[in-house]
């Protein structure tokens, strides 16, 4: 079965870097593109970046600039590279392909 397995989350301060990784099982990878999301406490999960099969990368407005998504397919994982975190940026974020997601890993950014 499809198995999406997110790690790196964890506490840091206001314009530091954070790495996620994403660790894919169960789907042919280097086909399929991947996505991150996240959610804030109390609000809606929000769309946060995508890469494609191909390497084509794409960000929300809230993060271009700061965040980058990259994959490695050897490894099959989904990798997304935080910098210049803001608390604004305090969520769980989720990997996601198609209609599977993880259970996600939490970022909680402090002043």
């Known amino acids: 079965q499809v198995q999406l397995v997110e790690s790196g989350g964890g506490l840091v301060q206001t314009g530091g870097s954070l790495r996620l990784s994403c660790s894919a099982s169960g789907i042919v990878f280097k086909d399929n593109p991947m996505a991150w999301y996240r959610q804030a406490p109390g609000k809606q999960r929000e769309w946060v970046a995508i890469i494609t099969s191909g390497g084509t990368t794409n960000y929300a407005n809230s993060v271009k600039g700061r965040f980058t998504i990259s994959r490695d397919n050897a490894k099959t994982t989904v990798y997304l590279q935080m910098n210049s975190l803001k608390s604004e940026d305090t969520a769980v974020y989720y990997c996601?392909?198609?209609?599977?997601w993880g259970k996600g890993t939490l970022v909680t950014v402090s002043s």
């Open positions: 996601n392909t198609n209609s599977y």
